[in-house]
């Protein structure tokens, strides 16, 4: 996988930074050679520094063939690796986009409800 997490290498996980730890997760789930990595928020409380270091990874390991599943609520990480957008609004899905064809306009839109799916759509 080449995957290279600067400064981990010797330490121990309880000394590692909060971004140094989500790294290691991630490389963790994708090196026992799963095909699917699910991440749940996996920039959530990370500085600007350590959530670009885990998007970096996300982008490589997806190049690689992983497929990866991410859940986040920052539009800003998602437009940086994803290629695929679903929305869900109250537990149903109301979107499933392709990213290069749509814009955070459209997305905000079917988040907040002020677009409604088509109903095909929101039935699949």
Known sequence: LHIDIPGV????????SG?????V?????????HKLLLLDEPTAALGVRESRDVLDLIKRLGAQGLTIIMVTHNLDHLWQVCNRVVVMRRGR????LASSGTNME?????ITGARQPATAQADA
């Open 25 to 33: 997760a991630i490389a963790r789930g994708a090196f026992w050679g």
């Open 19 to 23: 971004g140094q730890r989500q790294l």
């Open 9 to 16: 290498r010797s330490k121990p996980v309880d000394r590692m």
């Open 93 to 96: 899905k109301v979107a499933d």
């Open 106 to 110: 459209e997305v905000v839109a079917y």
